[in-house]
Protein backbone atom coordinates (compact mmCIF):
# COMPACT_ATOMS: atom_id res chain seq x y z
CA UNK A 1 0.00 0.00 0.00
CA UNK A 2 1.46 3.15 -0.84
CA UNK A 3 0.99 6.66 0.71
CA UNK A 4 2.19 9.45 -1.61
CA UNK A 5 0.92 12.81 1.09
CA UNK A 6 0.46 13.61 4.32
CA UNK A 7 -3.42 13.67 3.55
CA UNK A 8 -3.26 9.14 2.72
CA UNK A 9 -0.92 9.35 5.71
CA UNK A 10 -3.76 10.49 7.80
CA UNK A 11 -6.49 7.72 6.20
CA UNK A 12 -3.86 4.95 6.97
CA UNK A 13 -2.31 6.06 10.15
CA UNK A 14 -6.32 6.85 11.33
CA UNK A 15 -7.87 3.65 10.19
CA UNK A 16 -4.41 1.20 11.61
CA UNK A 17 -5.54 2.65 14.79
CA UNK A 18 -8.47 0.99 12.40
CA UNK A 19 -11.92 -0.18 13.89
CA UNK A 20 -17.16 -0.58 18.66
CA UNK A 21 -16.14 2.74 20.75
CA UNK A 22 -15.78 2.60 24.78
CA UNK A 23 -17.29 6.04 25.51
CA UNK A 24 -17.54 9.28 23.57
CA UNK A 25 -14.48 10.59 22.81
CA UNK A 26 -13.53 14.30 23.84
CA UNK A 27 -13.89 15.68 19.90
CA UNK A 28 -12.21 19.64 19.88
CA UNK A 29 -10.80 21.54 17.02
CA UNK A 30 -7.86 21.90 18.98
CA UNK A 31 -7.22 18.01 18.92
CA UNK A 32 -7.66 17.92 15.21
CA UNK A 33 -4.99 20.58 14.64
CA UNK A 34 -2.60 18.75 16.95
CA UNK A 35 -3.12 15.55 14.88
CA UNK A 36 -2.71 17.62 11.82
CA UNK A 37 0.77 19.00 12.96
CA UNK A 38 1.55 15.42 14.25
CA UNK A 39 1.33 14.05 10.85
CA UNK A 40 3.38 16.10 9.22
CA UNK A 41 6.19 15.72 11.46
CA UNK A 42 5.55 11.82 10.85
CA UNK A 43 5.38 12.80 6.54
CA UNK A 44 8.49 15.05 7.29
CA UNK A 45 10.68 12.52 9.40
CA UNK A 46 9.72 9.96 6.74
CA UNK A 47 12.97 11.86 4.86
CA UNK A 48 15.51 11.29 7.32
CA UNK A 49 15.33 7.64 6.85
CA UNK A 50 18.46 5.88 7.89
CA UNK A 51 20.26 9.03 8.76
CA UNK A 52 18.31 9.60 12.50
CA UNK A 53 20.57 8.09 14.95
CA UNK A 54 17.86 7.22 16.88
CA UNK A 55 14.07 6.03 16.83
CA UNK A 56 11.68 8.97 16.22
CA UNK A 57 8.43 8.56 18.61
CA UNK A 58 5.33 10.68 17.73
CA UNK A 59 2.66 9.65 20.51
CA UNK A 60 -0.99 9.92 19.27
CA UNK A 61 -4.38 10.03 21.43
CA UNK A 62 -7.34 8.42 20.91
CA UNK A 63 -9.05 11.67 21.30
CA UNK A 64 -6.77 13.43 18.66
CA UNK A 65 -7.77 11.00 16.02
CA UNK A 66 -11.40 11.13 16.83
CA UNK A 67 -10.96 15.09 16.39
CA UNK A 68 -9.32 14.43 13.11
CA UNK A 69 -11.73 12.25 12.55
CA UNK A 70 -14.66 15.13 13.03
CA UNK A 71 -13.28 18.03 11.97
CA UNK A 72 -11.10 17.31 8.76
CA UNK A 73 -11.46 13.88 7.22
CA UNK A 74 -14.72 14.14 5.52
CA UNK A 75 -13.04 14.86 2.09
CA UNK A 76 -11.20 11.67 2.71
CA UNK A 77 -13.87 9.39 3.19
CA UNK A 78 -15.20 7.34 0.92
CA UNK A 79 -18.71 8.39 0.06
CA UNK A 80 -21.28 6.71 1.80
CA UNK A 81 -18.84 6.63 5.17
CA UNK A 82 -19.78 8.92 7.92
CA UNK A 83 -18.94 9.52 11.58
CA UNK A 84 -16.19 7.10 12.04
CA UNK A 85 -14.58 6.77 15.57
CA UNK A 86 -11.81 4.85 17.04
CA UNK A 87 -11.09 3.33 20.28
CA UNK A 88 -7.37 2.43 20.92
CA UNK A 89 -7.69 -0.17 23.85
CA UNK A 90 -4.41 -1.30 24.36
CA UNK A 91 -1.84 -4.24 23.83
CA UNK A 92 -2.56 -4.30 20.38
CA UNK A 93 -6.04 -4.24 20.24
CA UNK A 94 -8.16 -1.25 18.39
CA UNK A 95 -11.85 -0.83 17.55
CA UNK A 96 -13.53 1.60 15.48
CA UNK A 97 -17.21 2.84 14.12
CA UNK A 98 -18.72 4.44 11.34
CA UNK A 99 -22.10 5.33 9.75
CA UNK A 100 -22.63 3.22 6.34
CA UNK A 101 -24.82 3.54 3.38
CA UNK A 102 -24.46 -0.43 2.82
CA UNK A 103 -27.58 0.01 0.17
CA UNK A 104 -24.94 0.03 -3.00
CA UNK A 105 -22.96 -2.99 -1.32
CA UNK A 106 -26.29 -5.24 -0.67
CA UNK A 107 -28.11 -4.47 -4.15
CA UNK A 108 -24.99 -6.25 -5.78
CA UNK A 109 -24.79 -8.74 -3.55
CA UNK A 110 -28.05 -9.82 -2.79
CA UNK A 111 -29.10 -13.75 -3.85
CA UNK A 112 -32.05 -16.27 -3.36
CA UNK A 113 -29.68 -18.08 -0.72
CA UNK A 114 -31.90 -18.30 2.85
CA UNK A 115 -28.61 -17.67 4.85
CA UNK A 116 -26.52 -14.77 2.74
CA UNK A 117 -25.64 -11.94 5.09
CA UNK A 118 -26.66 -9.16 2.18
CA UNK A 119 -30.45 -10.11 2.13
CA UNK A 120 -30.49 -9.01 5.73
CA UNK A 121 -28.87 -5.30 5.94
CA UNK A 122 -29.78 -2.11 3.75
CA UNK A 123 -29.42 1.75 4.04
CA UNK A 124 -27.64 3.16 6.50
CA UNK A 125 -26.50 1.72 9.91
CA UNK A 126 -23.44 1.36 12.20
CA UNK A 127 -20.77 -0.92 11.43
CA UNK A 128 -18.33 -2.04 13.78
CA UNK A 129 -15.14 -4.12 14.01
CA UNK A 130 -12.97 -5.02 16.99
CA UNK A 131 -9.06 -6.27 16.03
CA UNK A 132 -5.75 -6.55 16.67
CA UNK A 133 -3.27 -4.39 14.75
CA UNK A 134 0.46 -5.77 14.36
CA UNK A 135 2.77 -3.70 13.85
CA UNK A 136 6.62 -4.81 13.33
CA UNK A 137 9.97 -3.79 10.86
CA UNK A 138 7.54 -1.33 8.44
CA UNK A 139 5.37 -4.25 8.02
CA UNK A 140 1.18 -4.27 9.50
CA UNK A 141 -1.61 -6.48 9.51
CA UNK A 142 -4.76 -6.13 11.26
CA UNK A 143 -6.23 -9.60 12.40
CA UNK A 144 -10.30 -8.99 12.78
CA UNK A 145 -11.89 -10.41 16.24
CA UNK A 146 -15.91 -9.36 15.81
CA UNK A 147 -17.75 -7.82 12.96
CA UNK A 148 -21.47 -5.82 14.31
CA UNK A 149 -24.00 -4.29 11.88
CA UNK A 150 -26.16 -2.53 13.84
CA UNK A 151 -25.09 -3.98 17.53
CA UNK A 152 -25.81 -7.78 15.63
CA UNK A 153 -22.69 -10.27 15.18
CA UNK A 154 -21.82 -10.69 11.07
CA UNK A 155 -19.46 -12.72 9.58
CA UNK A 156 -16.01 -11.20 8.75
CA UNK A 157 -16.42 -12.05 5.27
CA UNK A 158 -19.86 -9.35 5.32
CA UNK A 159 -16.96 -6.65 6.36
CA UNK A 160 -14.21 -7.73 4.01
CA UNK A 161 -16.71 -7.61 0.87
CA UNK A 162 -17.48 -4.03 2.16
CA UNK A 163 -13.81 -3.07 2.42
CA UNK A 164 -13.27 -4.08 -1.33
CA UNK A 165 -16.39 -2.84 -2.40
CA UNK A 166 -15.45 0.87 -1.03
CA UNK A 167 -11.44 0.45 -1.55
CA UNK A 168 -11.72 -0.31 -5.00
CA UNK A 169 -9.64 1.43 -7.41
CA UNK A 170 -9.14 1.36 -11.30
CA UNK A 171 -5.48 0.17 -10.62
CA UNK A 172 -7.18 -2.14 -8.03
CA UNK A 173 -10.46 -3.08 -8.68
CA UNK A 174 -10.63 -6.29 -6.43
CA UNK A 175 -10.01 -3.49 -3.26
CA UNK A 176 -7.88 -3.88 -0.51
CA UNK A 177 -8.08 -7.14 1.76
CA UNK A 178 -7.97 -7.14 5.44
CA UNK A 179 -6.09 -9.95 6.12
CA UNK A 180 -3.03 -9.08 3.67
CA UNK A 181 -0.11 -7.64 5.46
CA UNK A 182 0.80 -3.98 4.56
CA UNK A 183 3.55 -1.51 4.19
CA UNK A 184 3.23 1.18 6.69
CA UNK A 185 3.81 4.49 5.02
CA UNK A 186 6.46 6.83 5.63
CA UNK A 187 9.34 5.09 7.22
CA UNK A 188 7.15 4.06 10.24
CA UNK A 189 8.51 0.95 11.67
CA UNK A 190 6.01 0.16 14.32
CA UNK A 191 3.07 1.36 15.96
CA UNK A 192 2.93 0.59 19.56
CA UNK A 193 -0.81 0.34 20.64
CA UNK A 194 -1.27 1.76 24.19
CA UNK A 195 -4.49 2.09 26.13
CA UNK A 196 -6.11 5.52 24.57
CA UNK A 197 -2.55 6.31 22.79
CA UNK A 198 -0.66 4.88 20.16
CA UNK A 199 3.13 5.73 19.37
CA UNK A 200 4.34 6.24 15.59
CA UNK A 201 7.73 4.78 15.44
CA UNK A 202 10.16 5.79 12.52
Known amino acids: MKVRNAAGLSAVVALALVAAVSGAPRVTQQQA ?42 PLLPQGMTEPQVSILGNGKVSGTATV ?11 GALLNPWNLVGGRVPVS ?8 NGKGQFEVEETTVSGIPVPNSLLQELVAYYSR ?7 IRL ?14 VGQGQAVVIQ
Open 33 to 74: DAFARKLAIISAQSSLGARASSARRTPVSEDEVNSWFAYRAQ
Open 101 to 111: DLEAVARSKRT
Open 129 to 136: VIGMLRTQ
Open 169 to 175: TTNDPDG
Open 179 to 192: DDAFELPANIRQIE
